[in-house]
């Protein structure tokens, strides 16, 4: 005979606690009632059942914790501290609270916790209360606070990048943690002296003469702000210059006449002193003027965007046209001595032109296709011209009107375009430039050999569109390198160690620098004077 069973086990969960259910954990204390019922049928068709004993468990407590960082990495000065947000979330299964510690800090760092009395994110200035360890969170609940950090005082050389450790402890299980860190990575700061605004926007460069930066809007108006001194920051004139047009090229001077490129092809003379308007240089009609003119002799060149320089004498008169070279002329030429002038010309070629008729004396090929912008450097002391190209590469000339005599005296591939002028350390004898790539180039004016480290590409670096400043502070034998980039960093760089560099940052204000800065003078109370495309003008001190 054989006897056929049907078993249940049926288990009663009894909740002790009314809470929600939480990510798969039953709350500590929950008991768990469970019964035994047996059921089975004998050969005679006859049921029967069999209840066991109720057993009751409770749920013991299990510790855990979730830690999540808002911001992981953030850029600081010396001395300067920054607030990172953090959530500390209970995802044990019961009441708890939990410790707070640094680790290992490197020397000089500080670590802190604050509380973040009203979780916005954001260190109030009222949230002063330093802690060590939470409040005792119930399961799921989270907690908000900041870890803050404090870097040394000291400026920093080279790579500065620091992990800053710190635990966060179970108090119910001290095996039960959470190890997190943030980075802090040190920047020496480069602030301005003063700070100025032009209405409208600035396209072109900042001259300096006479103790002023003037500088010309894309609203058709010009301004002067004293550089230094007890009126460093302020207007020079009680209201800005009507030029009538946007200014994109550079304010040339000769004593304290302003020469002033505008964008309708015309040249406004200006009185520095007064402001007062001279004349009217008018070179083509609706023809933009993107470089700066040039004097020589008392005439007046003046390149513009139809690919022509323009000769003018002292009256005004228009003594010479060149010839068509390509579609545009931004280069502003070079005119030392008195019988010639270079410049780069919209078909990528750089060319000597004789003053007298413009004509062209020879003509060699920099940027094949593309429109040279780089202005031409020339070494006098060398005879020596230095100009780069669109396609990357830079190249030094013999600067000599004699057509006869082999010109390239060396070629520098810089691997991007070189869209801004070269700058020539005389005292080193290097020549500098940027490229589009966020690099900055440095040459042996000799045999075109990269100086010693160079390459290189300062932190952060955007587009380097503009002439970089190379120049050592009286009294100093460091060079520093002074350039602004497309994404708003202006840097301070020690030529000779680049590691050592100053920053700094305008990108989250909207600024741009894509035109060369200009300095007043090597005293250590001169300034780099730079402009933004969004209208800020900056005076930085020298290094």
């Keep these: 005979m054989r006897t056929h069973y049907r078993v249940w086990l049926s288990l009663a969960i009894v909740c002790a606690l009314n809470i929600a259910a939480f990510a798969q954990m039953t709350p500590a204390g929950t008991q768990i009632q469970l019964q035994a019922t047996a059921t089975y049928t004998d050969s005679n068709g006859n049921t029967y059942t069999s209840v066991s004993n109720t057993v009751t468990l409770t749920v013991a407590q299990v510790a855990d914790v979730q830690v999540t960082l808002a911001v992981q990495n953030a850029t600081l000065n010396p001395g300067s501290s920054y607030n990172f947000p953090v959530t500390v979330k209970n995802t044990g299964n019961g009441d708890d609270f939990y410790q707070l510690s640094a680790g290992t800090l490197p020397a000089g760092w500080s670590v802190i916790f604050v509380e973040d009395t009203n979780g916005n994110g954001q260190r109030d200035s009222n949230e002063n209360t330093t802690i060590s360890r939470t409040p005792t969170l119930r399961m799921g609940e ?96 009680d209201t800005p210059v009507n030029i009538g047009a946007a200014m994109s090229g550079r304010v040339s001077a000769r004593g304290s006449t302003l020469f002033v490129p505008t964008a309708d092809g015309r040249v406004q003379m200006v009185d520095l002193n007064s402001g007062a308007v001279q004349g009217t240089r008018t070179v083509a009609s609706g023809v933009s003027i993107a470089a700066s003119p040039v004097m020589q002799n008392g005439i007046l060149f003046v390149p513009a965007q139809d690919g022509r320089i323009r000769a003018f004498d002292a009256n005004g008169m228009l003594l010479a046209v060149s010839n068509q070279w390509g579609s545009e002329f931004s280069s502003t030429p070079s005119a030392p001595g008195t019988t010639h002038l270079w410049a780069g010309t919209g078909d990528g070629f750089v060319v000597c032109f004789r003053s007298s008729d413009l004509q062209g004396e020879w003509a060699e090929i920099v940027s094949p296709g593309q429109p040279v912008t780089s202005s031409p450097w020339i070494d006098l002391a060398t005879n020596t011209l230095f100009i780069g ?5 830079f190249y030094a000339m013999n600067a000599t009107p004699d057509p006869t005599v082999p010109h390239v005296r060396w070629m520098y591939d810089a691997g991007a375009a070189i869209v801004g002028s070269p700058f020539f350390d005389w005292v080193a004898k290097v020549v500098y430039f940027g490229t589009v790539d966020g690099k900055i180039h440095a040459v042996h004016a000799a045999d075109g050999t990269a100086k010693s480290g160079y390459p290189i590409q300062p932190r952060d670096a955007g587009k380097f569109l503009g002439m970089p400043i190379v120049v050592r502070k009286s009294g100093s034998n460091t060079p520093y390198i002074y350039i602004g980039g497309d994404n708003g960093k202006f840097y301070a760089i020690n030529a000779d160690n680049p590691q050592e560099f100053y920053l700094y940052d305008g990108s989250n204000n909207g600024e741009s620098f894509v035109r060369s800065p200009s300095i007043s003078g090597l005293s250590a109370d001169d300034v780099i004077v730079a402009a933004s495309t969004n209208g800020k003008v900056l005076a930085f001190p020298l290094k």
């Design 142 to 237: 989270e907690y908000k606070m900041f870890v803050t950090v404090t870097a040394p005082p000291d400026p920093v050389t080279g790579s500065s990048v620091q992990e800053l450790p710190f635990r966060v402890t179970s108090n119910f299980d001290n095996q039960k943690f959470a190890l997190n860190s943030v980075s802090a990575d040190v920047v020496n700061p480069f602030s301005p002296l003063w700070t100025a605004s032009v209405p409208g926007g600035v396209q072109g460069d900042v001259t300096i003469t006479g103790g002023k930066a003037v500088i010309g809007s894309t609203s058709g108006q010009l301004y002067t702000y004293w550089v230094k001194g007890q009126n460093a920051g302020t207007t020079a004139w």
């Design 389 to 393: 190209g669109q396609n990357g590469l």
